[in-house]
């Protein structure tokens, strides 16, 4: 199939929104399923989330491939909630397009704001489905005005409603000029267009005059031919509107009720006449490894080229093993090929090629540029990792994710099951980059690592069901950085005589306290002429490995800037092995001397709550040592917003809906560290 014919999207939203309904109605009216499956029945075809359900491709698979009217659309399912980020930030980052779906009632709501940012980072273009249409409260024009306020975009709508809320019967379309209604009878399957009716003529004319305007605004020949009062077809509005939406200019608005089968249809034909195929885009940033040095290079999207692919996700299943969803880039990649992976420096087979189709797979030859597929026999990948050939060591741009913030201890119930769990939690942590373990140097205890208390949550259950591994897990507890709060440097010597022969290393280093959330550097200053590359690999790996075991208290470090300022090289005695120690001792050293320090994690909390309970739900954050930012005003609702120490927000639920009477939620994400007020007396 040509690139032109193919789409890669993601549908994005805040959770409850409804994404994973918009897109069962997708695949059951482009023929991909024939019965739609209800997630408030545990039968939803793309919904992971059902931890019950026997696990395996044939549920879990969060990416699809579907057909209408001759295009290819690959579909990925993204998570809403908050502590899945990474499921998000990894999926737009392969995307070409994305649909934003909002929900009518409530609008922008936090989570929403979270992944709009995220898809302007990555520059996706996206399209709005307003969905929940039906619901009382429903207001597309209301909700259209709050993502214009949020995020300073100009919405264009393609459609008004007829009717809103209870009252919803269907949609004008302001290009082709009818009245589009869904029949029940056969699951919103027929649509019924009609003439528009005299008592909607006058708001129908007026907003299609909004959109020819603000469509002719950008579009040079089309603005001509507006302003000189002359005619322009449904098809030089629909190249403009494309245009335009791709150049991320406005973002159009569809709308409709996915739960009661209204609207999905025009959703399908919008992805396809409005959002880009993988030639549209610029092209993916790649780095060219070669011996000394790094060269940025763009990597076109071709199927005759060098083949490049990136594994955007990895999934277990029980009889394939690690499934690794790969985005080609460039080139071609067939079944039973001996690939590169680039990160790793090692060669590894692709056994089989599989195209998900929601509830089943079909195996197929070979992948080109532009498209996305299942590689089955890949033991080595991790998220982030680029695959291609020798001939070509091209790195794409690795997906950069938050740092866990909340862990909790594990034990396994027996020692025969120790074996196990270290296995789960390895192919966990493959999976899913925001979830590590390590042993605790000091206890022994074996400390698993996520985003929030549902992420750990979810993985804790997924272990016992799915893996059946069998452990006991304790409270949880926040996860705390090290740093440095000031400039220092320091020299070191190694030298130790073992197995007869002298090992020798001598570095002398900088480090400095960096911006907050700018990370971790470390970059070498002075001449590494005549110095062999495994000494610089040791160098560097061994200043790596000090920054994530940290300073006094082993916690990972975080905004320290390493600067190596001289190395002493003896080609008779130095080693690897003497030069990675050097570097642990000398690191312990500087860092000693710059006043170490203890961050803590802060979050941002965003609590929505009707007005009357503002004054309580303000008090119980207080209360929690958390500070208000700002606040909106919704129809019925407020939404608080503030930011808080994760430490004082365990149980935190349960104390507001019990203020509230069980009416606010809320909603948490990591905002950044700051300086424990006290030091560390948590233990």
């Not at 605004?217 to 089309?222: H, N, Y």
């Not at 079944?335 to 089989?352: A, C, D, F, L, P």
């Not at 452990?471 to 950085?481: D, E, F, I, K, L």
């Amino acid at each position: 199939m040509s690139l032109e014919k193919m789409r890669n999207i993601g549908i994005m939203a805040h959770i409850d929104a409804g994404k994973t309904t918009t897109t069962e109605r997708i695949l059951f009216y482009t023929g991909k399923i024939h019965k739609i499956g209800e997630i408030d029945d545990g039968q939803a075809t793309m919904d992971w989330m059902q931890q019950e359900q026997e696990r395996g491709i044939t549920i879990c698979s969060a990416a699809t491939t579907t057909y209408w009217k001759n295009y290819q659309i690959n579909i990925i399912d993204t998570p809403g909630h908050v502590d899945f980020t990474a499921e998000v930030e990894r999926s737009l980052r392969v995307l070409d397009g994305a649909v934003a779906v909002i929900c009518a009632v409530d609008g922008v709501q936090p989570q929403t704001e979270t992944v709009w940012k995220q898809a302007d980072e990555f520059s996706v273009p996206r399209l709005g489905f307003m969905n929940k249409m039906d619901r009382i409260g429903a207001d597309f024009f209301g909700s259209m005005e709050d993502v214009h306020e949020k995020f300073g975009v100009d919405c264009l709508a393609l459609q008004i409603p007829i009717g809103q809320g209870p009252e919803f019967e269907g949609v004008i379309d302001l290009l082709k000029m009818k009245e589009l209604r869904w029949s029940e009878e056969d699951e919103g399957a027929t649509i019924i267009e009609s003439d528009i009716a005299d008592s909607r003529r006058a708001e129908a004319d007026e907003w299609h005059e909004k959109l020819v305007d603000m469509v002719a605004g950008t579009d040079d020949a089309l603005a001509e031919i507006y302003l000189e009062g002359g005619e322009i077809t449904v098809d030089q509005l629909k190249a403009a509107i494309r245009k335009a939406t791709i150049n991320r200019q406005f973002v159009p608005f569809i709308m409709g009720s996915a739960r009661h089968n209204q609207g999905v249809q025009p959703l399908i034909d919008a992805v396809i006449d409005y959002l880009p195929c993988p030639t549209d885009v610029p092209a993916a940033k790649g780095v060219k490894i070669k011996k000394d040095q790094a060269e940025e290079l763009d990597v076109p999207c071709d199927a005759s080229k060098m083949p490049l692919g990136l594994v955007f996700k990895i999934q277990y299943d029980r009889e394939m093993g690690p499934l690794c969803y790969v985005r080609m880039y460039s080139g071609k990649i067939s079944s039973g090929m001996q690939i590169y992976n680039i990160n790793k420096k090692k060669r590894e087979r692709v056994n089989r090629i599989l195209r998900m189709h929601a509830d089943k797979s079909e195996p197929c030859d070979s992948i080109s540029a532009g498209d996305i597929a299942v590689f089955i026999g890949l033991k080595l990948a991790q998220t982030g990792d680029s695959i291609g050939t020798e001939a070509f060591p091209v790195l794409l741009e690795k997906p950069s994710f938050p740092q866990p913030v909340i862990s909790v201890a594990l034990e396994p119930e027996s020692m025969s099951e120790k074996d196990k769990m270290n296995e789960t939690l390895e192919i966990l942590s493959r999976e899913d980059p925001t979830f590590t373990s390590h042993e605790d140097a000091e206890t022994g205890q074996l400390i698993i690592s996520g985003m929030g208390e549902l992420h750990l949550d979810v993985l804790v259950t997924r272990m016992r069901d799915d893996f059946g591994v069998k452990c006991n897990v304790g409270a949880p507890q926040v996860t705390y950085r090290e740093s440095v709060s000031k400039s220092a440097t320091a020299t070191e010597e190694y030298s130790r005589v073992l197995g007869g022969k002298e090992n020798t290393a001598g570095l002398t280093i900088s480090v400095e306290r960096r911006e907050q959330g700018s990370g971790n550097s470390f970059e070498i200053t002075c001449r590494t002429t005549g110095i062999p590359d495994e000494i610089m690999e040791a160098v560097e790996n061994g200043f790596k490995n000090a920054l994530d075991s940290g300073i006094n208290y082993g916690y990972p470090c975080t905004e320290v800037g390493v600067k190596v300022t001289a190395i002493e090289y003896n080609e008779l005695t130095s080693t690897p092995f003497a030069f990675a120690s050097c570097a642990a001792q000398v690191f312990d050293k500087a860092c000693t001397a710059a006043d170490p320090q203890i961050l803590e994690p802060v979050m941002n909390v965003d609590i929505s709550c009707p007005k009357e309970f503002v004054g309580p739900a303000s008090s119980q954050l207080s209360q929690r040592g958390g500070s208000i930012m700002g606040q909106d005003s919704k129809s019925n609702t407020e939404i608080i917003h503030a930011q808080a120490p994760m430490a004082n927000m365990f149980g935190f639920t349960t104390n507001l809906r019990s203020a509230t009477q069980g009416r606010a939620s809320f909603s948490m994400e990591f905002s950044h560290f700051q300086v424990k007020v006290g030091g560390l007396n948590q233990y």
